[in-house]
Structure formats: structure tokens, C-alpha cells
């Protein structure tokens, strides 16, 4: 909205009709398509990249840009007709791999209509250079640009005072993210007699998900004891007072490619331990009291939290006056605007 010499048109599929606005800013429009349940997943997308295919004629772009090969809107774009970049937010060739997808399942087919969609691209927006690593031998062109912080998170955090022993983990509840594993490590540090709280806010996809009723049962009697809490999911402005609130982040998954909660967290100057994959390292580097862990160092990570509690659970400082020189939401506008110059001039 702040860079006045792009024309900016948002195009959005929905399952179901909906009442938007039809500006966002004085440069940004706003397109909501109404596309059946038919013409998604079960027809690989082809109801979505009609109706787009459709509105983007109307519009008549320069460039299209595709956020995301989760779902349909990188495809939508690869075959909009019209010159095309995408970006990649979750590498879902990767995800189905690690978890062995099943033929036919979900993950299974974004694996392979990812891979479609690379081929037919001009180029990618990649994350991190993990990311770009995983894409680079699939495109003609990646860039590395990552994600910007949210608006929420740009004020500066509260004074790096003292605060309670209070860690957060935050992100969807899911075998990847790895929730389980971090309630036997906290078991494990209340046994050794520390006195901390650890907090999980995040979403659950289904009632039926088999990891997630785990970990609801497995949390059950740490809340009796006070040491662990499930806040379910929050609202962005409750979120950032919950990060206002602790001393501490932990993000632990097994593959991650980027890491927006790590991002947050250091911009709220937070102490941050994480595992050191995908995004996070990209991320942490540099990064006053970032501490990054081997996937599986459960032992190393669990002494490093110990350690941090009976110092008084330091917090740092500067790390969010660096977080938000490398990723605020202008310094990421304007890097996407470089590049769509430089894929028009080539053209």
C-alpha cells in the first residue's frame, strides 16, 4: 500500500459465497471468486483455475504471482496464461516424503501438482535457503526472499526486564511441530524440581486427529500440576500480548521451511531454542540469544532450558531491532517489486 507505483489485485477462491471489500488500499483491489467444493482438490483445482484464469483476463496483469503450492493458488497462476512467478511456503514434495504419504492422500497429491507447477513457472520465491535448496533443481529461477513480520509484531517490545520462568510454544498442533515430544521434556525438567510454566497456543485441525487428542490427554495432568497450559488458538492482538507476557520460545519441529513463530518471537526480544532445520537456521543466524539444537538433541536442549531458568531467565537485547531491519514489511515489498521489474525487463 505504501509503494505507489504498483497496481496490486488480490484474487481469492472461496468454498463458499462471502461479502469483501472490493479495495484493501487506494492501489490494492480485492477479488473473492465463489468456486463449488467440485472444483477443488477432487478435480486437482480445475474450478479454481478457471475462475481465476477468467478474472485475471478481466484484469489483464502484467505479472500474476501465486502465493503457495498448499492449495491452488501456484497452480491457478502457472496456468493463468499470463506471465507467472510463485512463491513457496510450505515444500509439500518434502512434507510428503518425510511422513511417507499414501497414494491419493492430501499430501500426496500437492506433492506432485507442486512439482507440476514448478516446471510451468518462470520462477520461484523461496523462503530460505533451505527451501531454495529443495526447489532450485525443479525451476528455471528462484529468488530467496523471506516472509515479512506481521504488522502486529512491528512495535517495539516492552522493556527486557525480568520476567517469570514462562516458555511458549506456538504453531499448529501436529506430529511435525512435535508438541508430544516437548510435554516428556517438560515432564522431564519438572522431576529435576524447576519451578517455569510452559505454554502451547496453536490451532487443532480436526477432533479426530489421533496426535492431537495425544497431546490433550497427555497435557491434562500437567495443567493439574500448573507447569503446562493449552491456550488453544488466538487472536493476532491476544498472540502478541502472550508473547509480551513470557521470557522464552521453543519451536522444535523436525522440518520447517521458514519459521514465521521464530521471527516473532525474536521480535519481541524473547530468548529463543529451536532446532536447528529448514528456515530457523536462516533466521537465528546472528540473532542475540537464539540457541539452535540437532533435530533429535532432546538431552542438549532440555540442559540449555535448565540452564537459562537458574540464571534467572535472561532475555536478550537487540534482537528485535534486527529482526526488523531484515524483515519488515517494506524491505519485503519492495524486494518483491525488484524482482517483478526484472522478470518484465527480461520478457
Known amino acids: 500500500a505504501q509503494i505507489r507505483e504498483i497496481e496490486l489485485h488480490v484474487v481469492s477462491c472461496t468454498q463458499q459465497l462471502m461479502r469483501s471489500p472490493e479495495k484493501l488500499a487506494d492501489n490494492i483491489w480485492f477479488h473473492s471468486l465463489h468456486v463449488p467444493k467440485i472444483g477443488w482438490l477432487r478435480t486437482l483445482y480445475q474450478g479454481c483455475i478457471r475462475a481465476t484464469r477468467k478474472k485475471i483476463r478481466e484484469i489483464n496483469p502484467d505479472l500474476v504471482h501465486g502465493h503457495g503450492t498448499e492449495r491452488e493458488c501456484a497452480i491457478s497462476a502457472a496456468l493463468s496464461g499470463y506471465p507467472n512467478v510463485i512463491s513457496i511456503h510450505g515444500n509439500m514434495a518434502q512434507i510428503a516424503r518425510m511422513n511417507h504419504a499414501r497414494i491419493g492422500s492430501y499430501q500426496w497429491l500437492a506433492a506432485r501438482l507442486e512439482n507440476f507447477t514448478l516446471r510451468r513457472t518462470l520462477g520461484v520465491f523461496c523462503n530460505s535457503a533451505y527451501t531454495e535448496g529443495l526447489v532450485r533443481p525443479r525451476a528455471r529461477k528462484t529468488w530467496l526472499v523471506p516472509h515479512a513480520l506481521r504488522l502486529e509484531f512491528l512495535d517495539p517490545p516492552p522493556d527486557a526486564g525480568t520476567r517469570p520462568p514462562i516458555l511458549l510454544n506456538a504453531g499448529g498442533i501436529a506430529p511435525r511441530k ?170
Open 178 to 347: 512435535r508438541q508430544l515430544e516437548l510435554l516428556d521434556m517438560a515432564e522431564n525438567l519438572h522431576r529435576r524440581g524447576l519451578k517455569f510454566e510452559f505454554r502451547f497456543v496453536g490451532f487443532i485441525q480436526s477432533t479426530a486427529d489421533t496426535y492431537a487428542q495425544a497431546f490433550l490427554e497427555r497435557i491434562k495432568p500437567m495443567e493439574a500440576a500448573g507447569y503446562a497450559h493449552f491456550l488453544e488458538a488466538l487472536p493476532d492482538s491476544e498472540l502478541v500480548r502472550c508473547y509480551n507476557s513470557v521470557a522464552g520460545m521453543v519451536h522444535f519441529p523436525t522440518e520447517e521451511a521458514f519459521g514465521n513463530v521464530v521471527v516473532e518471537s525474536l521480535s519481541r526480544d524473547l530468548k529463543f531454542f529451536g532446532s536447528c532445520v529448514g528456515g530457523i537456521m536462516d533466521i537465528a543466524t546472528g540473532a542475540p540469544g537464539a540457541e539452535l539444537f540437532e533435530r533429535d538433541d532432546w538431552a542438549g536442549l532440555a540442559d540449555a532450558i535448565e540452564r537459562w531458568i537458574k540464571a534467572g531467565c535472561p532475555r536478550p537485547q537487540g534482537a528485535a531491532a534486527l529482526i526488523r531491519g531484515r524483515y519488515h514489511p517494506t524491505v519485503i515489498a519492495r524486494r518483491h517489486l525488484e524482482i517483478y521489474r526484472e522478470m518484465l525487463n527480461i520478457m
